[in-house]
């Protein structure tokens, strides 16, 4: 079965900063990995999505990687704002239809 | 419509009753999906639906849970004889297509209906 880790379960950081969070899964046959954050009382947004075959995605000051050999993905948010304060999900797509959610991580950008 | 939009956005039952929580997938995806999000259990797959059809059901935890797709587009999932521990955020999600090349498309999902069982 396929196990997704996300560390650390919680960040605190002044604003400016640039963070990485990181997701780990254990089986690397995937068909691809997906980001999300979430907002409290809120559904999941889609932030970045890589396929099996890419290496990373980078949409504004968000750029996630993916090393499927080694079962690693992290996010990278440049300079943050207290407006990425949210909790970010990591999923993978194995065989099937589903995706295999991390807990997340609960990021809190301070002024 | 512009978004995954779900109903009611909360729901508080007693222990015993049927509950049903609608889905209406954004305007031609043909996949959607159930999930549930249970505190400190993240968020778990319950059923997926490729057109009005689910190849998928693994996810339901019991036979109280069902769920049907019509029209290839809203779906209902059902609780019958609803227990404490079905207290979570039900979540949907919906993509343009779910096999083969395709099921690379990311999942979009809506804000969920939060559901207390007492």
């Known amino acids: 079965k396929q196990e997704v880790t996300q560390i650390p379960a919680a960040l605190s950081v002044p604003e400016g900063e640039n963070l990485v969070l990181n997701c780990s899964f254990t089986d690397s046959a995937i068909y691809n990995l997906q980001w999300f954050r979430q907002d409290p009382g809120k559904g999941l947004t889609s932030l970045l999505l890589?396929?099996?075959?890419?290496r990373e995605q980078t949409s504004g000051r968000l750029n996630a990687s993916l090393d499927k050999s080694s079962g690693r993905s992290t996010l990278y948010i440049a300079a943050s704002q207290p407006g990425d304060s949210a909790t970010y999900l990591c999923a993978v797509r194995v065989t099937g239809y589903a995706l295999n959610f991390g807990k997340g991580t609960s990021l809190l950008v301070t002024p | 419509g512009a978004g995954v939009s779900q109903s009611p956005s909360n729901k508080v039952t007693e222990k015993g009753k049927d509950v049903e929580l609608r889905c209406d997938p954004i305007?031609?995806?043909?996949?959607l999906y159930w999930y549930r999000q249970s505190l400190g259990q993240g968020l778990e797959f319950l059923i997926y639906?490729?057109?009005?059809?689910?190849?998928?059901k693994s996810g339901l935890p019991s036979d109280r849970f069902s769920a049907e797709r019509t029209g290839g587009s809203v779906s209902t999932l059902t609780i019958q004889r609803t227990q404490q521990e079905d207290s979570a955020v039900y979540l949907c999600a919906s993509s343009l297509m779910g096999q083969g090349l395709l099921r690379g498309q990311p999942q979009h999902f809506g804000d969920g209906t939060r559901l207390s069982i007492l």
């Open positions: 639906f490729q057109g009005n059809s689910a190849p998928d």
């Open positions: 305007s031609g995806h043909t996949a």
């Open positions: 890589i396929q099996s075959s890419q």
